[in-house]
Structures are given as C-alpha cells and as structure tokens.
C-alpha cells in the first residue's frame, strides 16, 4: 500500500503543478474533503487510503521522501503498551466489581 500512495502521489503532485494556469476548482460543502489550507495532494491520498482500506484493520502507510517505519514501529508499540495497559487496568475493576458485587 504504501509503494501504491507513492505512485499515486507523484502522479497528484505533477498533475497539481501542471495545472497553475487554470482556475481555482470550488471546495466541497461545507470542507468534507479538506479546506483550502489543507494540501491537497495529501488530502487526496488520505481519501485514497481509506478508501482502499474499508473495512481491513491493521493497515498502515508510510508516504513521503523518507520512508523510515521506525519512527512508526516505535509509535505503534507505545499505542500497543497503552492499550494492554488500559484492558489490564479495565479488567482488574471488573474483577474488583464483581468481587465486590457478589461478596466473595
């Protein structure tokens, strides 16, 4: 996927600039696909991804001119450590409740 918005970006970034001679196209209503200060190279690839992802958990794409999943492997594994943390603590209450509730 992330091969495939590369390709697609490109393709959106030379169709962007070779278009400077010609009118402003008008925004959706009411900004539901970006506003103006929004790039909308990027707002189309967003579009696109989800799009193409409808559906499917788990999915992840990295664009741009360095395409390092570090930073992002780091960032998921903080996210996953959070959410164990989170159903961990979730559960302890449930078990505390139902102790509770039930007197045993």
Known sequence: ??????????????????????EDVSLWPNDIFGNEKDNAVQTLLHIYFRHQTLGQTGCLAVVGPSR??????????????????????????QLHATTFSTGL
């Open 1 to 22: 996927m992330s091969e495939e918005l590369t390709i697609l970006e490109s393709c959106l970034i030379k169709a962007e600039t070779g278009n400077d001679n010609q």
């Open 68 to 93: 390092d999943l570090s930073q992002a492997s780091t960032r998921l594994m903080e996210l996953n450590l959070q959410i164990r943390e989170a159903l961990s603590q979730a559960q302890a209450c």
